[in-house]
């Protein structure tokens, strides 16, 4: 029973057929001016146009990337970079950046580069007991001025909504640039980048049945960004290099697809995530769920096991065939204790005992009953 759809997805049929033509016959450089070269552009042109459409954006906002992290560094650090630059006619703004408590590390591990390298000053977000962010605690720090602040559209651990649109219009209101980590609500919630008027955007691919290392990075048309790679000026030059067209296809398929499935399978998904959490509540009575109830991401649940560490939990249910997860995916050998749910208030003996189940597809009764059944096994045999 695989229930660890937010740290990856299966690679969709459709994704698959979108990219074969780009790995055979039609394998040119998109830029390239004869005939495969043209196809290729061709391609790259309607894929870039499918995803915008899907994002609400314009076409010459979406810049290709290899997924959320690049992304995330892409648009911090390239964004930060211009807002503080000297020489030009851009007001220097100061050298602080906004980060909230529950961003990804790929969000937060910039911010801190930029404090390393460059001397900026990183500013936490606070968040409440349900992880939103605290949106007066976000008033009072853009009043004090930023160049950058950065914003999940969902929370990977415990998959909270957060309200975006009015936390952008905080940071607007006191003139500072906004980066959205939508790369948990893209494919899963509907995303609008121009409803929301962000003013950059990351997500990834293999959260909605892309191939891994396919992603996109929105960027606000006429933002001051400075590049971080150097090249030959592919994607508007701030992602120089040879364009991966059968990536970039797929990428655009799967958000298409998953775009159009989200009005029939939500209502369904999220259903079956309450039915799971009711199992999982009642069968771990010490159980508690982490997130807001109400406003989470459709086929995500969170609990904390008072008693159990994480890893040793994780490691049991996959033996007895339920596999996921304690948060975050990207922490590569490492089960460290969820930030998100410390920055919450909970106490770092219960986040040790962090569980999460996620998916793309409602889980029938009998896969619910059956973590309910294996997480009691579990729990049982570690003395609960």
């Keep these: 029973m695989y229930g660890d759809h937010a740290a990856g997805s299966p690679v969709r049929a459709d994704a ?35 995803l915008a459409v899907n994002l609400g954006a314009d076409p010459d906002e979406v810049v290709f990337t290899s997924g959320g992290t690049e992304s995330n560094n892409l648009a911090i650090k390239g964004i930060a970079l211009a807002a503080t630059a000297t020489g030009d006619s851009t007001p220097q703004r100061p050298r602080r950046v906004l980060v909230s408590a529950c961003d990804h590390p790929a969000v937060r591990e ?39 602040a950065c914003l999940p559209w969902a929370n990977s651990e415990v998959g909270t909504i957060e309200p975006v649109a009015e936390a952008i219009r905080i940071c607007h209101t006191a003139g500072i640039p906004v980066h959205i980590d939508a790369v948990q609500a893209a494919g899963t919630i509907p995303v609008n980048f121009h409803a929301v008027e962000a003013d950059s955007l990351s997500i990834s691919g293999h959260k909605f049945g892309a191939p891994r290392s396919t992603g996109a990075w929105l960027v606000r048309r006429g933002l001051p960004v400075e590049p971080l790679l150097s090249g030959g000026g592919q994607e508007n030059g701030l992602r120089p290099g040879t364009e991966n067209v059968a990536g970039c296809a797929a990428l655009a398929v799967s958000l298409d697809d998953a775009t159009t499935e989200m009005r029939s399978i939500n209502p369904p998904l999220a259903a079956a995530r309450d039915s799971l959490i009711d199992a999982v509540l009642a069968s771990i009575p010490r159980a508690r769920l982490t997130g807001d109830p109400l406003h989470r991401l459709p086929g995500h649940a969170s609990f904390v096991v008072p008693g159990i560490e994480a890893e040793a939990l994780l490691v049991d249910l996959d033996v007895r065939g339920v596999e996921c997860s304690s948060g975050t995916a990207c922490a590569v050998g490492r089960h460290d204790i969820p930030p998100t749910l410390l920055a919450m208030g909970i106490s770092q003996d219960d986040a040790r005992g962090a569980l999460r189940l996620s998916f793309r597809r409602p889980p029938r009764n009998s896969d619910i009953a059956l973590i309910a059944r294996c997480l009691t096994e579990s729990c049982t045999s570690f003395g609960l």
């Excluded at 698959?16 to 391609?43: C, K, Q, Y």
């Excluded at 460059?118 to 939103?132: S, Y």
């Design 110 to 148: 910039s911010a801190r580069w930029l404090s390393r390298w460059f001397g900026f000053e990183v500013l936490t977000i606070p968040v409440d007991p349900q992880a939103h962010i605290d949106l007066t605690a976000l008033r009072g720090m853009a009043a004090s001025g930023a160049c950058l």
């Design 16 to 50: 698959i057929d979108a990219m074969l033509p780009f790995m055979t016959e039609a394998f040119g450089n998109p830029s390239s001016v004869h005939s495969h070269g043209m196809m290729a552009r061709r391609a790259l042109d309607a894929a870039r146009s499918s």
